[in-house]
């Protein structure tokens, strides 16, 4: 049950596009497509911003989008503001019936 | 208002014991899987615990099988987690959440939290 490996942070100016990488294993991402995304700003409970590897909850605004290939999930936010400053998990369901998630990945908004 | 109200947490001894509950209100709790996932201070999410919507089917972390056990009353719209042998490490907020997909990671909605202390 290893973590899943993200970037430990990320910048972008306002208006801008920013990736953030989530890389697993075959036994995790690269068996499922389980992956979903967190964002977490201080202080506050984690927030579902997409799930299924690229569908958005309700409420989520289309900046926010996901995909996967291979072994490697991601997630990208185009348009950048402000209020998305936060930290980002991304989460896999694994073989061995568990979930695992990514280390984290503190977004800043420069 | 869908809501997920996360109680139970304090400060324990190592190898002590200490069981959550989590009481869900504004949706049909049994529709749903559930899982722990849990926060160390300043540090990532860590899922601990699911089960799906019935308790028949639990799943654990690594860290944790064998000391906790998640379980569920649908009768009275409530998760537990009960934790026994308590370690330093398990010293985290623990958040309850709801998903849609049974326990496999999709949680859309998550409560505020409770917080676990294991020290001496």
């Known amino acids: 049950q290893s973590a899943l490996t993200q970037p430990p942070s990320v910048s972008g100016s306002p208006g801008q596009s920013v990736t953030i990488s989530c890389t697993g294993t075959?036994?995790?991402?690269?068996?499922?497509?389980?992956v979903s995304w967190y964002q977490q700003p201080p202080g506050t409970a984690p927030k579902l911003m997409i799930y299924?590897?690229?569908n958005r909850p309700s409420g989520v605004p289309a900046r926010f989008s996901g995909s996967k290939s291979g072994n490697t999930a991601s997630l990208t936010i185009s348009g950048l503001q402000a209020e998305d400053e936060a930290d980002y998990y991304c989460?896999?369901?694994?073989?061995?019936?568990?979930?695992?998630f990514g280390g984290g990945t503190k977004l800043t908004v420069l | 208002e869908v809501q997920l109200v996360e109680s139970g947490g304090g400060v324990v001894r190592p190898g002590g014991s200490l069981r959550l509950s989590c009481a869900a209100s504004g949706f049909t709790f049994d529709d749903y899987g559930m899982s722990w996932v849990r926060q160390a201070p300043g540090k990532g999410l860590e899922w601990v615990s699911g089960?799906?919507?019935?308790?028949?089917?639990?799943g654990y972390a690594d860290s944790v099988k064998g000391r906790f056990t998640i379980s569920r009353d649908n009768a009275k719209n409530s998760l537990y987690l009960q934790m026994n042998s308590l370690r330093a490490e398990d010293t985290a907020l623990y958040y309850c959440a709801r998903d849609p997909l049974g326990w496999q990671g999709a949680f859309d909605i998550w409560g505020q939290g409770t917080m676990v202390t294991v020290s001496s």
């Open positions: 089960i799906n919507w019935n308790g028949g089917s639990t």
């Open positions: 299924e590897v690229s």
């Open positions: 989460s896999s369901y694994a073989s061995s019936s568990t979930v695992v």
């Open positions: 075959s036994s995790d991402v690269g068996s499922y497509n389980r």
